[in-house]
């Protein structure tokens, strides 16, 4: 079997298995660049291969990319050629990053930038509901229900649907742009030159207004739903409930927002202060 015959045949795999866009095109990426640097057809790949290609290639990533690596080679030998050439390759430990957190004037800073309504809306809506970049642009005119000012997000990550509420302040902006773009021939909520917007699109977007107003954080389209997050956690919501907002299938995932919330931790007094104004009084 060769290389091209390898990827087709993953590629079908992943997609009967209704894996994401996103999953598929990160799997066949990793197959096809292990292929390429060994030269070698897929049935001849072996452990040593994989280990030099890691050695070589991906020494300097980061323990989630050299893990999402191994895991798309595993399922493609596993699934198509019945073995598993990673087996005896040790995985690396997740790194618990903290993500970077904007302010909430930062926030309003970044949407005061925006040039036009759609981009405002998209940005607003990133933050206002914590959607992922790649639900706003799978985001549907059908996945709304405005006179119970919620929203549904279909079969987002993990195959999961869950809802989320329309801000009272986005309300009237969002039926007007969903009325106004209703000429276009498209059930997307927000649509790009062709077509569907895609991701690349709304992180030049974002990159874009940040650099206008002179952040100097490194922001991204997921950094304002970290932010959203962060934010409900310091009103005192209760972090089960942020769990259900961001769709998070474990509550570990949602606990990293716990070391990020600033504030809570400003209210607690320095037993200091208490020890002194015991002996005042």
Do not use: W
Not at 95 to 124: H, N, Y
Not at 133 to 143: A, C, F, P
Not at 149 to 164: N, P, S, V
Not at 194 to 210: A, D, F
Request: with cysteine; net charge positive; glycine share 4%.
């Amino acid at each position: 079997m060769n290389k091209e015959e390898f990827l087709e045949k993953i590629r079908v795999e992943l997609k009967i298995s209704k894996n994401s866009d996103y999953t598929i095109r990160n799997y066949l990426k990793a197959n096809k660049i292990l292929l390429d640097f060994t030269k070698k057809n897929p049935d001849q790949i072996t452990e040593d291969d994989i280990k030099l290609f890691m050695s070589e290639k991906i020494s300097d990533k980061a323990s989630t990319s050299v893990i999402l690596f191994l895991s798309a080679v595993r399922y493609a030998y596993l699934n198509i050629l019945k073995k598993d050439p990673t087996i005896g390759i040790k995985r690396p430990k997740r790194e618990k990053r903290i993500p970077s957190v904007l302010t909430k004037d930062e926030v309003k800073k970044i949407l005061d930038a925006c040039e036009t309504k759609k981009s405002r809306l998209m940005l607003s809506l990133l933050y206002a509901t914590g959607m992922r970049v790649s639900e706003i642009t799978h985001l549907k005119v059908n996945n709304f229900q405005f006179e119970e000012k919620t929203g549904h997000i279909k079969q987002a990550k993990g195959k999961k649907d869950r809802i989320f509420n329309i801000p009272i302040f986005l309300e009237d902006d969002l039926k007007n742009y969903i009325t106004e773009n209703k000429k276009q021939d498209t059930d997307f909520v927000f649509s790009g030159l062709n077509g569907k917007l895609t991701e690349r699109n709304i992180q030049k977007i974002v990159q874009g207004i940040v650099k206008k107003t002179g952040i100097k954080k490194q922001v991204h389209p997921h950094t304002l739903r970290h932010s959203f997050a962060t934010h409900l956690l310091e009103q005192g919501i209760d972090i089960r409930k942020i769990q259900e907002l961001l769709g998070h299938s474990d509550l570990s995932t949602t606990q990293i927002y716990t070391h990020i919330s600033s504030e809570e931790l400003k209210k607690i007094p320095s037993p200091l202060d208490s020890l002194m104004k015991k002996n005042e009084d």
